[in-house]
């Protein structure tokens, strides 16, 4: 086991603890995670004395002292980050260091945090043995004493450290002193992408070490998917026994015992109890059997290929940033099995310890990662990069053997990974031999060599979907080393970062799900990232909001690319987590309208269908006409079946009609109640045509004429003599509709500079479509319509779009034809194309049949169902912490906008359009940075576009995929309007 080096000074100036090589002294060797055990624990959670120092002032030592008066001391809540509790301000960067880049030095302003806690043992403390005291996490160097007593010095934030202090302990008057430093030479290797958040961030914790105790153990338990047999055995230094009651074993430490089990894998996570007795102490913990390898360059559990439905998750929270709590994390996980999340990659720290007792307990395959990233060492072409030079290999070392030792008894992680973003070098061998020396039946994961030398798996960030198709062929570009290209060749692949979630997005999900489905070798991937890490404030009127980079003053930040993630900061599930869930459903529902027959395929990994119930329903308009239950074999993993569904009686009247079969919960679980679904499929029937009357009516046209002040009279609507544009509709004041092709450009939009694909958003501005003028080049009033023709176009350019506007009524409805020609050439794609138009506020209230309920996108369509849908103005918008385009919904055959009376608009369309309705202009969402910037007018400004282009994953991931990218071509789209009075 790498031992704890103590700081020893090196050539130049003499370095101080804080800033010597070394992962610090004075700590117990790691060892296993243990929950709980009959040995007596004090936790020493709480509010303590603090004190901020603006530097490291690391001679003044006299608040140690028992007798130090810190009356005068601020409180501090432990666990937590003295900058979340007032005092300083978080800071925000992504590669670069907040410091100057001279390692292993950190700057004299140095914020210092100092820290007491007053602790008395409880009454039946026992007597003898020995007292050990724990830090779960403290942020980035922590200096500690006891009574007076310096204990040690350990670095290493998201990593345990334990050191003997019974000696050192009194039955009352206990003072623990920790002094905090934000900076230190582990902060060069702790340059994650996140917050730098300093503090005692996770528990502190006294732990009774009774003579006899279990020192440490390591279990082992393998599954033989040939035999259905169990392998069970339990080192452990100090001897004992293990027992597995369910199972009726009873053996000695070190002895192996085979007996028939059932294996856990995540979709089945079966544990069974154990129990560890040792001379001094009785240590319960669960046993979950299972087996990873690589086979035939393919990573199995248990024998059988698994498909990672991941996400990439750091731990936040945004009033307590890295101070989770167990219900938190708890709620983490619910969410992601209710959204069909199968996998975590712990990115780029290992977890809190009792976040991987839930994943075993609830069943999600992790990827375990070490503490570790140097990524601002990029910045000048990886010049002093820590993991290639020998002095810094000890404190390497060291991380992983915290985290090893710490999780090496959870069923739930499958991979060890080395880091992150550490360029390459020699401590990262270092660290890949110790890792498989001490654990060889885990493979190793790390992403930042291209040539796989210290790994078992090949793994890649944002990689297109087009090279990602070539991997999964082996048909990759070539090492230059024909050896290692071989081993490499060889190797699964996965995508440990892709599908960038930042803002609207992310796009391209369902394009790289059918290629991990298609091809063996693809193993899935894990989504960047989990949560938005947006720090929670309110305005003065009480607003909440949330912060990201440059709203603390920081002289560098990266603004808001640290809210990336598939929930709000406030964990609301996001509309690209709801896409998710649907692109990776586990069941796949596939319907032929012309056969009458459905196609169930199971896309579990391991488990059945026997724990789920299906049902249908034929829909017409949106309203279920017959339903009922399907009767769905338990089909093994893999397994297809195709099933003929009844024949819904006739229903009446005309109307689209909709097939749906839904797949969900048989029974309660630990993570969902029964009839939580799963996955469900939709399709339309082949029987009925559609309903949509946006055509007008021949025999009851009515001629357009002109009038008093300035306007034409054309059935339902009064118009603008001059401009055309409609002012009226049956009383109802308007404002257009006039062509809009301008959207607030999303994150995904602006794009990252390192990407290779156009930055669209950039080149929409540039171009002016976000100022685009409008020119009437004539207004026709004809026997049977109103002809406008315009031209849009922007400011110094030739680009424009000639449009025609045909307006023709009806009875009481009135009907728009819009027909657009590109002039020019046009070599970008249109953000969207449609037309706007501008009503009035009072109209709160939104129905319309078509997708949803949520919003979507091209490239983010797949969670959209057709149906009746309703929801307030204010709830179609979705609160993306820096505002951006949002709200669209798809396939929209007709909507109706109400005031509260029941007046209000409706429209139809021809074909069916893409509906978005805020009250806010486009222009004033760009402009906003918050959310709390945006403030509602007295105009509902409604958008009814015939296209949108596609969102991508360019905020870090690839662009749209050419089939989803909006081109400027000729395009002909209709509506029809007509008033709502409170009866209809």
């Not at 003898?128 to 200096?143: N, Q, Y």
């Not at 035939?296 to 290929?305: E, F, I």
């Not at 779009?801 to 050439?825: F, I």
Request: hydrophobic share 40%.
């Amino acid at each position: 086991m790498p031992a704890h080096p103590s700081g020893s000074p090196a050539a130049g100036p003499h370095l101080t603890y804080y800033e010597d090589f070394s992962p610090g002294h004075g700590a117990l060797p790691p060892r296993a995670w243990v929950p709980a055990s009959d040995a007596a624990r004090l936790s020493l959670n709480g509010l303590w004395w603090f004190r901020l120092s603006p530097t490291a002032t690391a001679e003044d030592t006299a608040f140690t002292r028992p007798d130090f008066d810190a009356s005068r001391w601020d409180i501090l809540a432990v666990p937590g980050h003295w900058v979340l509790g007032g005092h300083g301000a978080p800071a925000y960067t992504n590669v670069r260091y907040p410091f100057p880049v001279d390692p292993p030095r950190v700057p004299t302003e140095n914020p210092t945090g100092d820290h007491r806690h007053t602790f008395a043992l409880p009454e039946d403390w026992p007597a003898g043995g020995e007292t050990v005291l724990r830090f779960d996490g403290v942020e980035s160097c922590a200096r500690i004493w006891l009574n007076g007593r310096e204990v040690g010095v350990f670095k290493g934030s998201r990593l345990p450290a334990e050191y003997p202090v019974g000696h050192l302990l009194r039955r009352r008057g206990n003072v623990l002193a920790v002094r905090v430093h934000q900076w230190s030479s582990a902060s060069y290797l702790e340059d994650q992408d996140m917050w730098w958040l300093p503090g005692v961030f996770r528990d502190v914790t006294l732990l009774h070490r009774p003579a006899g105790c279990v020192a440490d153990f390591f279990v082992h338990a393998g599954w033989d998917h040939s035999t259905g047999e169990g392998t069970l055995r339990v080192d452990a230094p100090s001897g004992g026994r293990v027992t597995v009651p369910e199972l009726g074993v009873d053996v000695a430490v070190g002895e192996t015992v085979t007996v028939p089990a059932e294996p856990w894998s995540a979709e089945v996570p079966r544990l069974y109890e154990a129990v560890l007795t040792g001379a001094g102490e009785r240590v319960p913990f669960r046993v979950g059997f299972r087996t990873v390898a690589v086979e035939d360059g393919v990573l199995k559990v248990n024998g059988r290929r698994i498909l990672f439905r991941g996400v990439n998750r750091h731990e936040f929270h945004p009033e307590h940033g890295r101070a989770l709590d167990l219900g938190t994390m708890r709620e983490d996980l619910l969410l992601m099995k209710r959204h069909n999340v199968n996998a975590v990659r712990t990115s780029h720290y290992p977890p809190h310890p009792a976040f991987l007792d839930l994943c075993d307990e609830l069943g999600l395959w992790v990827v375990d990662e070490c503490d570790l990233e140097t990524h601002g060492f990029a910045e000048d072409g990886w010049a002093g990069n820590p993991v290639d030079d020998d002095r810094w290999t000890p404190a390497l070392l060291d991380r992983a053997a915290r985290m090893v030792e710490r999780d090496k008894n959870h069923p739930s992680v499958l991979v060890w990974s080395l880091g992150n973003e550490c360029g390459t070098g020699r401590a990262l061998t270092a660290m890949a031999r110790w890792i498989r020396e001490r654990d060889p039946d885990r493979p190793l994961h790390y992403e930042g060599d291209r040539t796989c030398a210290d790994t078992d798996l090949y793994s890649r960030m944002y990689a297109p979907h087009a090279e990602v198709e070539r991997i999964g062929r082996r048909e990759e570009e070539p090492l230059d080393d024909p050896a290692l290209d071989a081993r490499r060749r060889a190797m699964p692949f996965l995508l440990c970062e892709y599908a960038h979630a930042m803002g609207n997005g992310p796009g391209g999900l369902a394009e790289y799900q059918r290629l991990f489905e298609t091809h063996e070798r693809l193993q899935g991937g894990f989504v960047w990232e989990w949560i938005d890490h947006g720090i929670a404030r309110r305005t003065p009127d009480g607003r909440r909001w949330f912060a990201y980079g440059g709203d603390f003053g920081e002289e560098l930040h990266d603004g808001n690319f640290v809210c990336d993630g598939l929930l709000f900061p406030d964990r609301t599930p996001s509309p690209g987590l709801v896409e998710y869930k649907k692109v990776v459903e586990p069941v796949r529902i596939e319907g032929d309208p012309v056969a009458g027959t459905v196609r169930v395929t199971n896309r579990h990994d391991v488990a059945d269908l026997s724990h789920l119930r299906f049902t249908w329903s034929y829909e017409v308009d949106g309203v279920a006409a017959a339903r009922g239950d399907l009767d769905v074999p338990p089909l093994a993993a893999g397994g297809t079946t195709e099933l003929k569904l009844p024949l819904p009686a006739a229903a009446d009247g005309a109307g689209e009609a909709f097939w749906q079969v839904r797949a969900v919960l048989a029974r309660d679980t630990p993570w969902a109640p029964a009839g939580h679904e799963v996955a469900w499929g939709q399709w339309p029937a082949a029987d009925r045509p559609g309903s949509l009357r946006t055509a007008p009516d021949p025999e009851r046209p009515h001629r357009p004429r002109h009038a008093e002040g300035g306007v034409v009279l054309l059935g339902p609507g009064t118009f603008d003599a001059a401009t055309g544009e409609l002012r009226l509709l049956d009383g109802f004041a308007l404002a257009g509709p006039r062509l809009d092709v301008w959207r607030a450009p999303t994150d995904n939009d602006l794009g990252a500079p390192w990407q290779s694909d156009p930055r669209h958003g950039l080149l929409w501005r540039e171009a002016g479509l976000h100022r685009m003028r409008h020119r009437v080049d004539g207004v026709v009033a004809g026997d049977d319509a109103l002809t406008v023709t315009t031209r849009v176009a922007p400011a110094a350019g030739s680009l424009g779009l000639r449009t025609v506007y045909r307006w023709t009524a009806d009875g009481d409805r009135l009907h728009l034809a819009v027909a657009v020609t590109p002039e020019g050439r046009w070599t970008l794609p249109l953000p969207r194309l449609g037309v706007r138009l501008g009503l009035c506020g009072t109209l709160t209230r939104a129905e319309w049949f078509g997708g949803g309920p949520g919003e979507a996108y091209p490239d983010t369509r797949a969670a959209s169902r057709v149906g009746l849908h309703t929801a307030s103005v204010d709830a179609l918008q979705t609160p993306y912490v820096r505002p951006q385009e949002n709200g669209a919904r798809a396939d929209v055959r007709r909507v109706r906008l109400r005031r509260e009376d029941g007046t209000g608009v409706a429209i139809e369309g021809g074909p069916p359009f893409w509906f978005t309705a805020r009250r806010w202009t486009s222009e004033e969402l760009d402009a906003a940075a918050h959310t709390c910037d945006l403030v509602p007018g007295d105009t509902l400004w409604v958008n009814l576009d015939h296209a949108l282009h596609g969102i991508g994953s360019q905020s870090c991931g690839p662009g749209v995929l050419p089939r989803h990218r909006l081109e400027a071509a000729p395009a002909s789209f209709g509506f029809t309007f007509t008033t709502l009075g409170e009866s209809r």
